[in-house]
C-alpha cells in the first residue's frame, strides 16, 4: 500500500482532475500532489472541493486550486483552463476521472436518464480532452491524458448500458487520439479499474439490497477489492515521465476479475479438491 514512485517525480507539474474532491480522482490526486504536482480538482460541487482541498493540503506540501466546473460545459471547462494557467502558469496533464452511473434494467430508463450518463461520461470527457488538447497544440505544450474506464468499457454489460455505451466510446477516443495526437506531444492512456470500494459507487451500484444477494468479491479471482493507493500508484506512472513511451494503453487492474466472467471452464473453481479425486479415478477405470 506504499506509494511507488520516486518523491519529486512530479514537481513542476500541474495535474488536472475532474471529479477530484471524491473517491477515487480525490485518491489519485492526494498521490499526486504528495509526488509535488500542483493539483487542480474539479466537479460540480464547489463545497465538496473546498473541504477536499483543505484537507489535502493539511497533509502534504504542496498546492491544490479547488474550481467547480460541470463537464457538460464547455465554456466551464475553459475557464478552469484559463484559471488554472493563470495559478500555475501551465497545465501538464488532465485525468479524466470524473463520471455518472447507476444500476438499471435498460426497459425502465427514460431518454433523459440514458442521457445524463453518455453527456457527463462520453460527452464530459470529449469537452475536456477536446479544450485541453486544443490548448497544449496551440502553445506547442506537451500533455497527458489518462482516461479512467472500466472493463466493461470492451465487454459490455447489462444493467449499466449507458455506462457501457460511455465509457466504450471515451476508450476509443483514448486509442484513436494516442495516434493523432503523438505528432504534438500528447500521449493518451487509459486504466480499467475493476470494483474499488467508494461513496459513490458503492450506493449506485452494490447497495445493501443488491450486494446482500450478489457477493461482487466471489467475482473477483484475488477475492478482495482494490486498495485505492493500488490505483493512484498505476496513475502516478501512466501520467509521469517514465511512461514516456507507453501510449493508447488501457491497463485494467481488477484482481482478473473480467476474465474469470470471460473463461469457459473458469466455473471449475467450485469442484473441490475430494472432487476432483473422484473424477481422477474415473478416469484412470476407463
Ligand atoms: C433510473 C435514474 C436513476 C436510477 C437517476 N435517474 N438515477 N433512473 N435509475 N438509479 C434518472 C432520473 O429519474 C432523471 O430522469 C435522470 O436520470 C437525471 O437524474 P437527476 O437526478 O436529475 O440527475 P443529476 O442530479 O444530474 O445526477 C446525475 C446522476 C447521479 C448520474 C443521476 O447519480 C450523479 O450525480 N452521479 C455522479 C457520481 C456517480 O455516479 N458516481 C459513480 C461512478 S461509479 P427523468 O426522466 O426522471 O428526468 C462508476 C463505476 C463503474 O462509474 C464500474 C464499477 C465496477
Ligand atoms: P465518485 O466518487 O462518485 O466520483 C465521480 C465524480 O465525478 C464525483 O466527484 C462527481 O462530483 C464528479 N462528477 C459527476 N458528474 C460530473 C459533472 N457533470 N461534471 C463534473 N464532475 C462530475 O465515484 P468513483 O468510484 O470515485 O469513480 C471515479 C471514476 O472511476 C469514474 O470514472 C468511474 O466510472 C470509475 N470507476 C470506478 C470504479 C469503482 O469501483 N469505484 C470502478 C471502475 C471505474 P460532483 O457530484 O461534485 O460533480
Redesign the pocket.
Known amino acids: 500500500m506504499d506509494g511507488m514512485l520516486k518523491e519529486g517525480s512530479f514537481e513542476n507539474k500541474t495535474i488536472i482532475v ?2 477530484g ?5 480525490r485518491a489519485m490526486g492526494e498521490y499526486l500532489l504528495k509526488l509535488g504536482a500542483n493539483l487542480v480538482i ?4 464547489i463545497e ?1 472541493l473546498e473541504k477536499a482541498a483543505e484537507e489535502m493540503t493539511s497533509k502534504s506540501e504542496g498546492q491544490v486550486l479547488p474550481i467547480p ?4 460545459k464547455y465554456d466551464e471547462i475553459e475557464n478552469v483552463l484559463s484559471e488554472a494557467e493563470s495559478k500555475f502558469g501551465k497545465i501538464d496533464g488532465v485525468l479524466n ?5 447507476f444500476i438499471s434494467p435498460t426497459e425502465r430508463l427514460s431518454n433523459r436518464a440514458f442521457d445524463i450518463v453518455i453527456d ?1 461520461v462520453l460527452r ?1 470527457t470529449s469537452n475536456f480532452t477536446l479544450a485541453a488538447g486544443k490548448n497544449w497544440i496551440a502553445k506547442k505544450q506537451a500533455g497527458v491524458f489518462l482516461n ?1 474506464v ?1 472493463t466493461y468499457a470492451w465487454t459490455g454489460s447489462g444493467y449499466v448500458v449507458p455506462s457501457a455505451c460511455a465509457k466504450a466510446g471515451v476508450l476509443a477516443m483514448t486509442r484513436s487520439l494516442a495516434v493523432e495526437w503523438a505528432k504534438y506531444n500528447i500521449r493518451s492512456n487509459a486504466i480499467a ?4 470500494p ?4 458503492w450506493k449506485r451500484l452494490f447497495p445493501k439490497e443488491v450486494a446482500d444477494q450478489i457477493d461482487p468479491i466471489k467475482r473477483i479471482p484475488v477475492r478482495r477489492f482494490g486498495e485505492h493507493q493500488e490505483l493512484a500508484n498505476l496513475a502516478a506512472y501512466l501520467m509521469s515521465d517514465y511512461a514516456a513511451y507507453v501510449n493508447g494503453e488501457v491497463v485494467t487492474i481488477d484482481g482478473g476479475e473480467w476474465l474469470q466472467g470471460g473463461g469457459e471452464f473458469n466455473g471449475l473453481e467450485a469442484i473441490t479438491p475430494e472432487m476432483w479425486d473422484v473424477l481422477e479415478k474415473m478416469r484412470s477405470k476407463k
Not at 466546473?69 to 457538460?72: A, K
Not at 479499474?193 to 474499488?196: C, E, H, K, N, T
Not at 467508494?198 to 459507487?201: I, K, L, Q
Request: net charge positive; glycine share 24%.
Open positions: 475532474t471529479g474532491g471524491t473517491g477515487l480522482g474539479t466537479s460540480r460541487k465538496v466546473c460541470d463537464i457538460r476521472n470524473a463520471a455518472g452511473n457527463i464530459g479512467i472500466t479499474p475493476g470494483p474499488f467508494t461513496e459513490g459507487a
